[in-house]
């Protein structure tokens, strides 16, 4: 069993756990996921790591509690743990890669909107850990859900948080955000990194892309299995056939087809939706956990 150190209810539905997984946290780097289990029986569900202690071997998550997994998982105390907590998984952020000299010479942004906030924290952590100063936007719908914005503050140069309602903060979303900063601020930027729903990554990407600033997105929330096996996670980014869980989660924001995943989703909630993908894609509707390229 994976016990569970700590449980914080950060705001409403959004939960944090330390969960201690000592070979999994001496293996983490930012940007990589794991999935966990409840039991023999539970869901697989794949969750971001928000943190890693290689030390004290603790893997934080952070997860909403939307669906009946994520519920019964709510439900769990200090003590009690997961059946299966397998990882790190995914491909580490390409930031990890660089040389301290290499990223001195870049203005990095990143943007984190509602939950993608924990697996940006991570990054920003590294890059401070790697004597780099970077600049963070916090998006979301009123200030209710904001979530890590002291932990963030710890080690980004700049934190701007921003709230649909204005009830905290800048009055505007990210993107207006980001207007704000690069219009009317003077603010420079080399590259965007933006975790967040998948609607709000598509529009940021956009602007950044008329903006004329490289952007890398998280497309972790379309991963289902996590494997590659069941097909869910499957994108086309620059034309090429691409699965989120074994080829991400990171992409860059200019090739990847928003609204080709967006369109494939939600075919995917239904069974019927599921056998049509599944006709309709072939051989690439699966991308083969085990590296092999899928069924053939």
């Not at 790591?49 to 997994?69: E, L, M, N, R």
């Not at 491909?91 to 984190?112: M, R």
């Not at 914005?149 to 207006?176: H, I, L, P, R, W």
């Not at 289902?224 to 699965?243: H, I, N, P, S, W």
């Amino acid at each position: 069993m994976y016990r569970i150190l700590k449980k914080e209810l950060l705001t409403e539905n959004i939960y944090l756990m330390d969960v201690e997984a000592k070979r999994v946290a001496r293996s983490c780097y930012p940007g990589q996921f794991v999935i966990v289990k409840l039991d023999e029986k539970g869901e697989r569900i794949p969750l971001t790591i928000c943190d890693y202690d290689a030390d004290k071997g603790t893997v934080t998550i952070v997860f909403a509690a939307v669906g009946a997994s994520t519920m019964k998982m709510a439900e769990l105390e200090v003590g009690e743990g997961f059946s299966d907590f397998v990882g790190p998984l995914g491909t580490e952020s390409e930031l990890v890669h660089e040389t301290e000299d290499e990223l001195s010479k870049k203005h990095v942004l990143f943007i984190a909107g509602g939950v993608g906030t924990a697996p940006v924290y991570p990054q920003v952590k590294w890059m401070k850990e790697h004597n780099q100063n970077v600049d963070c936007i916090i998006g979301a719908r009123n200030k209710e859900l904001i979530i890590l914005e002291d932990a963030m503050k710890e080690y980004a140069e700049n934190v701007y948080v921003c709230t649909d309602d204005g009830s905290y903060g800048f009055k505007g979303n990210v993107n207006d955000m980001l207007k704000e900063l690069v219009n009317n601020q003077g603010k420079q930027y080399d590259l965007v990194i933006a975790i967040g729903p998948v609607i709000m990554m598509k529009f940021v990407s956009l602007l950044t892309k008329e903006l004329g600033i490289k952007t890398i997105v998280s497309m972790n929330p379309i991963m289902v299995d996590g494997t590659g096996m069941c097909g869910a996670c499957r994108l086309t980014v620059g034309g090429e056939v691409k699965f989120a869980c074994v080829d991400g989660p990171e992409f860059d924001g200019h090739l990847v087809d928003f609204d080709e995943s967006m369109q494939r989703q939600k075919m995917y909630k239904t069974e019927e939706g599921r056998a049509i993908l599944k006709l309709r894609e072939g051989d690439t509707h699966h991308g083969g956990g085990c590296g092999c390229g899928g069924d053939k």
